[in-house]
């Protein structure tokens, strides 16, 4: 629907909105009396830990953007890559942890007691219908590889 680039920039620019989302969502938790002491609390805790290590690592060693186009930078990144091993698929492949993230996610929202089929039927279907198309998604994408690009 979005076309190869655009999809390329939503991809991009989703972390950095997802984050501010999830803080003002744990800052509107606790300004309500949440506690991060619940096994939900832990849940959304660890999902927002992977996913700032994800983002982090991404942008380090992943991404192509202004910063990391900066000659220092450049060597820095090469430099790092040189002396752990790094290699572009590897870091594809920590990439695509993000999935473990999304379920982290999932387990954190269905322990809400808003995800109560009872209670709040609706966002709850929308919540657990979302995870199940990125999910199958990312499974169709990875079992039926990158589509070659071929010259005409």
Do not use: C, D
């Amino acid at each position: 629907m979005l076309g190869a680039k655009h999809v390329r920039t939503l991809h991009g620019s989703s972390p950095l909105v997802i984050t501010a989302l999830v803080l003002l969502h744990a800052g509107l938790k606790l300004a309500n009396g949440f506690t991060l002491s619940t096994s939900q609390a832990l849940l959304g805790q660890v999902a927002f830990i992977l996913l700032f290590v994800g983002i982090i690592s991404a942008l380090l060693f992943f991404s192509n953007t202004l910063l990391t186009k900066q000659k220092r930078f450049a060597q820095i990144r090469a430099s790092t890559y040189e002396k752990t091993g790094l290699t572009h698929q590897r870091v594809r492949a920590m990439h695509n942890l993000m999935v473990a993230t999304g379920l982290v996610v999932l387990f954190h929202v269905l322990q809400a007691s808003t995800s109560s089929f009872s209670y709040n039927l609706m966002g709850t279907a929308i919540l657990v219908t979302w995870m199940a198309f990125t999910l199958l998604s990312y499974a169709a994408y990875r079992l039926n590889g990158r589509k070659s690009r071929r010259s005409p």
